[in-house]
């Protein structure tokens, strides 16, 4: 009977971890967030990049479900997988827009017109 129990703990322990892994799935999901959001409002931003259901999202959100169904996990995932890609392809383009601007402000000719209109020529007074 002991194996019988342990097995048991060891299923609601991977059920448990599979469920608090929705639960932060959903809200990393939900980030960013403004100020004074509302937590529906959350959701329902979860539920269209999951192309889930309010009812669904809200029941992992408040861990309301006891066992999340399967597609429903691998939803998640893959809205998860969705936002890690948008979030790489936001950051190399940030940082390839940061490198074109120092290199353009590192070029000499880039300042040369505009220190020549301030500073006109002085071979003139000479």
Request: glycine share 4%; proline share 6%; with cysteine.
């Amino acid at each position: 009977m002991s194996d019988n129990q342990s097995e048991k703990r060891n299923s609601m322990s991977l059920v448990e971890s599979l469920r608090t892994e929705m639960q932060e799935k959903v809200y990393l999901l939900a980030r960013p967030t403004t100020p004074g959001e509302s937590v529906k409002s959350c959701i329902r931003r979860v539920a269209k990049k999951s192309r889930l259901s309010f009812g669904q999202v809200r029941r992992i959100w408040y861990a309301e479900s006891r066992r999340p169904p399967g597609d429903v996990v691998d939803s998640i995932r893959d809205a998860v997988r969705r936002h890690e890609a948008e979030i790489d392809r936001e950051y190399s383009d940030l940082k390839a827009r940061y490198w074109s601007l120092v290199n353009q402000s590192s070029d000499p000719e880039f300042y040369a017109q505009r220190v020549g209109e301030v500073n006109p020529p002085t071979d003139r007074l000479g």
